[in-house]
């Protein structure tokens, strides 16, 4: 790390405002929220919500104490502040109207997913959010984590949106896995995902990396629910009496610990991308975080050092080798549970805060057209060029 680099506590970021508040009530975090934001002129504010927090007074809050605010956001499995990781905060980015500019669809219902209407609404969101000259362009998806259908949702936003990239996170629940929700219209709705089609001044670099590496053990999926991203046989033995037993555990040690840190690996062509395990299904069924077929040929994965990937991954520059004015981010909850596991929690931080990251712990990840797990995927936003608007 250098010795030059900020922390956003320090120096904030000119694009964005950002407001962190631990308050127990959600009016009181509203409140918090916008006295932090107060000199804030925000084409939209992105909401990260902890899963203590009722989603069903937050409305009522933010149509009280912030009624002319565009306000996005979802539930989370966890924050990332200024400061770094968090579980219990409520995060607020306020996108400064200077550098941004925002247009808006949801997709509801997601499951079942009508691929000819999420094509055609990208599209004609696309076609009504007219280019502007010397200036950006990017969508960020919020999905239901809970809906299974990421993997074909952000395939086809894809598609829809042609050349315009697609970054994203699946809402989370904490680790309880009841119910995951989006925001938008001042109303939160689960089995929906949110699309936010954004301009700005800003140049942007793409970010998505895990640490993971192929070991030698092969597995095939032999017996599979697909829609419900079930896997009952690997092998052709009970799915779970096999993954223990090429991990080195049993059945009964099984956990999301173990999980995080031996993930399975799915090849496409160069490249390795994880298809996490959320849990056990009954006695031997692994209830998966991506999609998962029979045939499919899986490869267990182990870790590289976490903190020293993502110091690596995180350290980005501009063309003229400047850092990030900020980086938004969204990092697998499974990662964080293995860095907490590892008492890394602290260090982890530090490197967020290091690298002006803000974001939230997800139930999966989406990166130009796929959906990934255990992997940190953000966006760099760089700080504007001289002779743009303050």
């Known amino acids: ?41 925000p084409s939209f504010v992105l909401l990260f919500l902890p899963c203590r927090l009722a989603t069903d007074a937050l409305p009522t809050a933010l149509a009280d104490i912030m009624p002319e605010t565009v306000v996005f956001g979802c539930t989370t499995a966890g924050q990332i502040t200024p400061r770094g990781y968090d579980s ?21 219902p997601i499951s079942p997913l009508s691929i000819a209407d999420v094509v055609s609404q990208a599209e004609r969101l696309s076609a009504q959010f007219g280019s502007t000259p010397g200036r950006h362009r990017l969508a960020l998806i919020f999905a239901d984590g809970l809906s299974k259908q990421e993997d074909i949702l952000v395939a086809t936003l894809e598609a829809g949106l042609a050349d315009i990239p697609v970054f994203g996170g699946s809402a989370g629940d904490g680790l309880r896995f009841r119910e995951t929700k989006v925001l938008r219209d001042g109303r939160f709705h689960s089995n929906a995902a949110l699309l936010l089609l954004l301009e700005t001044d800003l140049d942007f670099r793409g970010l998505g990396f895990d ?31 096999e993954y ?10 099984l956990s999301p610990a173990i999980f995080a840190e031996n993930p399975v690996l799915v090849r496409n062509r160069d490249l390795y991308h994880v298809r ?7 006695e031997n069924g692994l209830t998966f975080l991506s999609a998962i077929d029979d045939g499919l040929l899986l490869t267990l994965g182990r870790g590289k050092e976490i903190i020293r990937t993502l110091d690596s991954g995180l350290t980005v520059t501009d063309e003229q080798g400047a850092e990030p004015d900020f980086i938004l981010g969204f990092d697998c909850y499974l990662r964080k549970l293995e860095i907490e596991r590892k008492g890394l929690a602290d260090e982890a931080s530090e490197r967020f805060r290091q690298h002006r990251v803000v974001g939230f712990s997800t139930y999966g990840e989406q990166h130009l057209g796929v ?8 966006v760099a936003f760089f700080r504007p060029r001289r002779g743009a608007v303050p």
Not at 15 to 24: D, E, K, L
Not at 88 to 106: G, K, M, Y
Not at 244 to 253: P, T
Not at 371 to 378: A, E, M, P, R, S
């Open 1 to 41: 790390m250098t010795a030059l680099r900020e922390a956003l506590d320090n120096r904030p970021a000119r694009a964005v405002r950002i407001a962190v508040s631990h308050a127990g009530d959600t009016t009181e975090a509203v409140l918090d929220i916008r006295r932090q934001l107060s000199t804030a002129r």
């Open 244 to 253: 223990a037993r090429l991990v080195g555990v049993s059945v009964e040690e």
């Open 211 to 241: 640490h993971f590496q192929p070991t030698e053990s092969r597995m095939v999926v032999t017996r599979a629910v697909p829609e419900e991203r079930l896997v009952l046989e690997i092998n052709g033995s009970p799915a779970a009496e």
């Open 88 to 108: 219990d905060a409520l995060v607020a980015i306020a996108f400064e109207r200077s550098h941004f500019r925002v247009a808006s669809a949801l997709f509801s």
């Open 371 to 378: 959906h990934v797990n255990q992997t940190f995927v953000g």
């Open 276 to 282: 996490a395990i959320q849990q056990i299904h009954g």
